[in-house]
């Protein structure tokens, strides 16, 4: 893989944000899980918990490669552990349809985004393991997919309004534009725009929640 060397601590920060992202899916997912009496459902969200667990050990032993052995470059982001905190009270009141929104839809959405965009990076520098790149991509895409789709459903079914779920995830949309602000730094250094990651991210939600 061709990384320049003054891209490889920048890079290891932003895999890093990615580590956490994932462990927080996976946490998340695994509750989510407990909380849905559909077995579809159910047998859906404990496969990304697996899913997303790998991903974070795979994105982990990147850092491990680009960083300095003992470093810790793991970046400063409250928003971040905000969003976590949020979600983790959303599952534990029973929230199902805020979480969905939250994880799947918003922040799948977001990590698949970089993830897009870093997989053109590393494609023009000739990065292997290729296919393990296009899995973990179609994945996170499955992810993002199922989350619009379940609440598509309870959105018709009359289970769930637009409106209760736009008010319910209102500090979580400004928590994401504050973790961008946070990589901002991180993406000039690798000459990447960190607006066109978030404007990304903003056309992967659904019409019904951005209007």
């Not at 052995?69 to 979600?87: I, T, V």
């Amino acid at each position: 893989m061709l990384v320049r060397p003054n891209e490889r601590a920048p890079l290891a920060r932003l895999l890093q944000f990615l580590v956490q992202g994932e462990r927080l899916a996976h946490e998340c997912a695994r509750a989510q899980a407990a909380l849905t009496a559909d077995p579809l459902t159910r047998r859906f969200l404990l496969s990304q918990a697996r899913q997303e667990a790998v991903h974070a050990s795979v994105f982990q032993a990147a850092v491990a490669w680009l960083a300095p052995r003992g470093r810790d470059d793991s970046p400063a982001l409250p928003a971040l552990a905000r969003y976590r905190k949020l979600l983790e009270d959303a599952n534990r009141a029973g929230r199902f349809y805020e979480t969905i929104l939250a994880e799947q839809v918003m922040l799948e959405g977001l990590g698949e985004a970089i993830l897009k965009r870093l997989e053109d990076g590393l494609v023009k520098r000739g990065a292997g393991f290729a296919r393990l790149r296009r899995i973990l991509l179609r994945q996170e895409e499955a992810h993002h997919g199922f989350g619009c789709r379940l609440l598509e459903r309870a959105i018709a079914d009359g289970v769930v309004s637009p409106e209760s779920l736009r008010l319910s995830v209102q500090e979580y949309f400004a928590l994401t534009d504050a973790i961008m602000a946070a990589l901002g730094e991180l993406f000039d250094s690798i000459h990447e725009d960190a607006s066109a990651y978030a404007a990304d991210a903003k056309r992967s939600l659904p019409a019904w929640l951005v209007q």
